[in-house]
């Protein structure tokens, strides 16, 4: 068995390509995490209002985006596919949509809904133009079938998310030295939301804990 490894390893990686890791973490951001960002966010609170209002708040509610759009010079809006955005140099890129919601006095004054930005588009996932297209429809829009998608078109040009190991978040992990100053080092990825801060927790020969974190050294 230990020498069909090759063998194996090819079965597997056709069935679950590396590029599937990303378009499905993709996908998991836009329907879970996004809305998330908005809500850590919470109610806004002008510092300054009118005398006659006790209470005003601003509530931002629900976000999304939509398919892959350009609007062009004469105002026309409409879908963009992956082979234009190469050609034109142009960002594949999705128009990204936020309800806001105005409050006096705990009663809902005014509410609507506006453009905040646009989010670059991963090629095959389920916001991109592409997704669901069989083999006929790709090469009918300029694609390859074959080509697994997972990565992003900026101004023209094609850029891929790089895969690095990390440690996990607010876990404690603990490594005895050999050599330099510090005999016990400690690490740890405090994460809350969307705030991830490394720590580092060191022991000296002498006893003494120091602690490091962004730009505090020790």
Not at 73 to 79: M, T
Not at 137 to 154: A, N, Q, R, S, T
């Amino acid at each position: 068995m230990a020498d069909r490894y090759r063998e194996i390893l090819s079965v597997y990686f056709k069935e679950f390509p590396f590029v599937e890791v990303n378009i499905q973490s993709f996908n998991d951001f836009i329907a879970k995490h996004l809305q998330k960002l908005v809500d850590e966010v919470g109610d806004i609170t002008p510092t300054i209002i009118p005398q006659e209002v006790e209470n005003f708040v601003i509530k931002l509610k629900k976000i999304w985006i939509d398919k892959p759009s350009i609007i062009e010079a004469d105002g026309s809006k409409r879908q963009i596919y992956p082979y234009e955005a190469r050609l034109r140099s142009l960002t594949y890129a999705a128009p990204i949509y936020l309800e806001v919601s105005a409050y006096v006095d705990d009663i809902q004054r005014e509410s609507f809904t506006t453009m905040i930005g646009k989010l670059p588009i991963m090629l095959k996932s389920k916001h991109c133009n592409l997704y669901g297209m069989k083999r006929e429809e790709l090469i009918e829009k300029g694609e390859d079938p074959d080509e697994p998608g997972g990565y992003f078109i900026i101004n023209g040009n094609e850029r891929v998310l790089i895969t690095v190991e990390d440690l996990a978040s607010n876990k404690l992990f603990i490594e005895e030295k050999s050599v330099g100053p510090s005999k016990f080092v400690a690490k740890l990825f405090s994460e809350m939301g969307s705030y991830r801060i490394p720590h580092t927790i060191e022991q000296m020969k002498d006893g003494i804990f120091y602690l490091s974190f962004t730009r505090f050294r020790r």
